[in-house]
Structure formats: C-alpha cells, structure tokens
C-alpha cells in the first residue's frame, strides 16, 4: 500500500482568470479503486491530466507509482492487435494477455486482427487489457463505457471489481457501483472522497443536502429576526436623536448630553446588531455550497391526429452482402417510450437513420404517418461548432429558451460566449438535447443521448421524461436510465 499526496493543487487554463482547483488537498490509496464523479465541465479530465504531468500548476503531487491514462493513444490502426499489445506489453507476458482476454470474454482470434477492425467494445476491452498487464502503475480510466452495450458495460465492471488502483470516470450508476470502493467527487467548491460505492455516496449527499437545506431556512428565519430588531433599535436612536434640538412636555430645556449620550448608547446597539446580521448573513453563504441546483426541464410536444405514428414490418437492413439486422416488426404509438436496445452492431443506429428517412438498404416494410415531425439526437457531436446564438438560429428554435434550458444543465453564463467546438464532450451532447427539447415534434429520436452526460442532468432527463410522458425511441446502455424510462423493449 501506498499514498498519492496532492497538496494545495492550484490550477487555471491559460487566459482564465477562474481557477479550476484552488489548494486542493487529497491523501489517496493506491489500492482503492476510486469512482470519479461531477457535473460536466467541472475538471474531472482535467485532474487526471494534472496527474499525469501535462498541465503545469501550483502545489505538488507526489506518488510512489507512475500514471497511465485510458484510453492510450493507437498510432497506427492498421497494425495488429497484438502488436498494439505489445507496445505496452512485453512478449513474455502473452500468456498473461490471453488470460485477461479470456476475463473480458475476448476471442483469441482478434490478436490476429487489424486493431481498427474490433469493434469499439472489443477496442476498450484491449487497451484496458494491455494497461492492467503492467507494473507499478496506477490507472486513470476516462469515461471506458461510452459507445459500450448493456451486455459489454456488465463484463467490464466485473472486471474492472476484480481489480485494484484506479481512478474510473464515469456517470453509469450501476457500473460504479459493481466495481468502485470509494467515490472522488468534484463539487462546486471541492473535492472529496467518501468510502463505499456510488450508491452509499448519492445517500450520504442527499442527507447532507436535506441538512443543508434545513439549516438554510432556520438561518433565513433568524437574519429577518435580526433584520427587524436592527431596523427597530435604528428607528429608535433616531428619535431619540431627533429630541436633542427639541424641548420636553413640560417646556424646559432639553439636556442634550443626556439624550446625546443615550442616542450613542442605542446606536451601538443598533450597529452591534447589524453586525450580528452580518455575521449570520456570511454564515449562510457558507452554507449550501456543494447543493446542486437541477431545475426541472420541461417538454411540450405536438399532439400527433393518429394514435400510430409510425409502423415496421419485417424490416432487414443490408450493407452489401453483410445483413445487419432482419424481420425487425414494431410499432410506435403516441406516448410509446420505447427502448432499441441489443448488442453493438445490431442494427439500432440502422433502424433510427430508417425510421429518419435516409437511404438505407432494406427489404419490409416502413410506415410513417404523413406530416410526421421528428426531433434527432445524434451519437456524434464532433462537428458541432460556432457560438450558441448561431446555432439557435440556424436550426430555427427560440434562442431564450435554448439558453436557458442549457442554464438548468449547468451551464454557466461565460460558457454562453466560448465557441462550442471548446465545450466538453458532455456539454455537446447537453446543446443537442437541448435543441431537442425546443423543437415542436410528433417524436423524439435520442441515439445514446447520455454517452458523456453527468449524473445529475441524467436525473433532470429522467424526471423530464417520466413527468410529461413525450413520445420517444431511444437507444441507451444506461441500465438504470432504461428502466425507470421504458414502457416497450425492442431487443434487436
């Protein structure tokens, strides 16, 4: 066992005036296997690549172990995989490789294989296979079940407990919490780590915020408390005050030094309260610091004239003489939530780019009612780029609105002004549902709409989805997301 000391870490992007850590301290095992979760944005890539000496900071980190980041740079896809393997790993080890394929349920035969050609679920398996086969080596593991499916996301987080030493980012519940031991959490003002799985870390949060929260209002009661009392003592030093030139009932003379020494005597009273409200009002802004603001999004969507929007009957799609999928028969009906789920390469982008109306080589048949709209979630948003107000206006939807759903997303104001080419990958996604949630359609389409997204914007999509009911087809490897939202399951 040994530690991994960071030590008032401080650190700011070039031409940022906002630092993204500032005296972080952290005292982490190198035999726990940390959970890394946060908000988009937040710095969680960030903090491994200060890790791994790429960024240069303030403070110190100091380690017994050396930093290897997943997923690791392939130079030359055409190679084979085992000579992707052996860049990392010495020949010796092979035996050593074939069992750890053997764990993650990967033929033998991809070692002969262009490393380009496996799928990307086969893709992550090696690399993480090759950075696990070596030595004295701590592992930052970013975001490995992007793109992965249900079946793939259950080997890897089996695998993944099996091991030891590791920081693993991800916002898939159910996967942190089959392989992590302890939670690294990015909040709005610190990082922590708690012991236990995701799970153990959402209960301890939720008590802490409901405490919060309670403290909260006591603390308002007791400012306005004080607020009236300072307000009242003021009021009185001021009459009091006001005497000094005025006379008494009986018409005698008025003793200005008494009335002025007792106005005084109120007055500091009256400041020394004011300094109490002071005093309680900092104690609030203390307060609340690591609540989470998620504002509930809302969705109106077109009433359809039909109650079938759309009909598939014994659809095969075909790439050439490769057949993807075959004798796919379903339904969407108004108010459907329906799931596309299967392996990777099954068929379900095919389906969605079908249903879309692009060429697709098929045989069955497709019925789509007429004047149907339909609003997209593509997987990829690498090319998005641009300032917001452009896209707003270039895809036609009420830029007000899109920006402030994007507020509820966490979004900060100066993100509004930055080019979206430099948002995170999460933040994309969270401007493509976005736009989604501003166009007025019949259906929703989302293709892996959560791939990078945190988990508290997944919470916010969730009660979205479950509060107003829209009409949706959705591919999603989340487990959890899956069944809390689906009313059908199409298994492809």
């Keep these: ?10 650190f700011a992007y070039d031409g940022s005036f906002d630092n993204i850590f500032e005296n972080v301290n952290l005292r982490l095992d190198t035999d726990w296997k940390l959970g890394f979760t946060g908000r988009n944005g937040r710095g969680k890539t960030t903090f491994l690549q200060l890790l791994l000496g790429n960024y240069e900071y303030s403070g110190s980190i100091s380690a017994s172990v050396s930093f290897d980041y997943f997923p690791f740079p392939v130079k030359d896809k055409k190679r084979s995989t085992l000579e992707v393997i052996n860049d990392r790993v010495p020949e010796e080890y092979h035996w050593q490789v074939m069992r750890e394929l053997s764990l993650l349920q990967v033929s033998e035969d991809v070692l002969d ?20 086969l070596q030595d004295n080596r701590f592992l930052l593991i970013d975001e490995p079940t992007n793109h992965l499916d249900r079946e793939a996301r259950q080997i890897v ?3 993944l407990n099996s091991k030891s030493g590791f920081i693993l980012v991800s916002h898939d519940r159910a996967f942190l919490d089959n392989c992590v031991d302890h939670i690294l959490s990015i909040n709005k003002t610190d990082i922590e780590v708690q ?3 995701f799970s153990d870390w959402w209960e301890n949060k939720n008590r802490r915020d409901q405490y919060e929260l309670a403290e909260n209002e ?11 009392a300072a307000k009242r003592t003021n009021n009185w030093s001021h009459e009091v005050e006001k ?26 009273r009256s400041k020394s309260i004011e300094q109490r409200q002071q005093s309680a009002i900092e104690e609030k802004a203390n307060l609340l610091k690591n609540i989470e603001s998620a504002d509930s999004l809302k969705l109106s969507q077109l009433v359809y004239h039909k109650r079938q929007l759309a009909e598939l009957e014994h659809i095969s799609i075909h790439y050439g003489e490769k057949r993807v999928c075959s004798d796919i028969s379903f339904t969407i009906e108004q108010g459907d939530r329906i799931a596309l789920s299967g392996k990777n390469g099954s068929g379900k982008s095919s389906i969605i780019k079908l249903i879309l109306g692009e060429e697709i080589d098929h045989t069955g048949t497709l019925r789509k009612g007429s004047q149907l709209k339909i609003s997209y ?38 993100q509004f002004e930055k080019d979206i080419s430099s948002y995170s990958a999460g933040q994309k ?21 959560l791939n990078y997204i945190d988990i508290f914007s997944r919470i916010q999509i969730e009660e979205l989805l479950l509060e107003h009911a829209p009409t949706i087809l959705f591919v999603e490897h989340d487990s959890e997301f899956c069944d809390k939202i689906a009313t059908k399951r199409i298994e492809l």
């Design 157 to 159: 987080s089996e695998y």
């Design 113 to 132: 294989r262009p490393f380009e050609t496996l799928s990307n679920g086969e893709q992550t398996k090696v690399l993480l296979a090759a950075l696990f």
């Design 1 to 10: 066992m040994s530690m991994i000391n960071v030590t008032n870490l401080t």
């Design 195 to 197: 012991k236990g799985n």
């Design 377 to 414: 979630v593509s997987q990829d948003t690498s090319y998005l780029q641009g300032n917001l107000k452009d896209f707003a206006r270039n895809h036609g939807i009420d830029e007000s609105l899109f920006k402030s759903i994007l507020r509820k997303l966490d979004f900060s104001r100066v």
């Design 429 to 449: 996604k969270k401007v493509l549902i976005a736009k989604s949630l501003c166009e007025k359609v019949h259906l929703h389409i989302w293709d892996e709409p």
């Design 218 to 228: 006591r603390l308002k009661k007791d400012i306005k408390r004080l607020s009236d």
């Design 243 to 268: 005497t000094k030139n005025g006379t008494r009932n009986s018409g005698s003379k008025v003793d200005k030094g008494y009335v002025g020494h007792k106005a005084a005597k109120m007055m500091k």
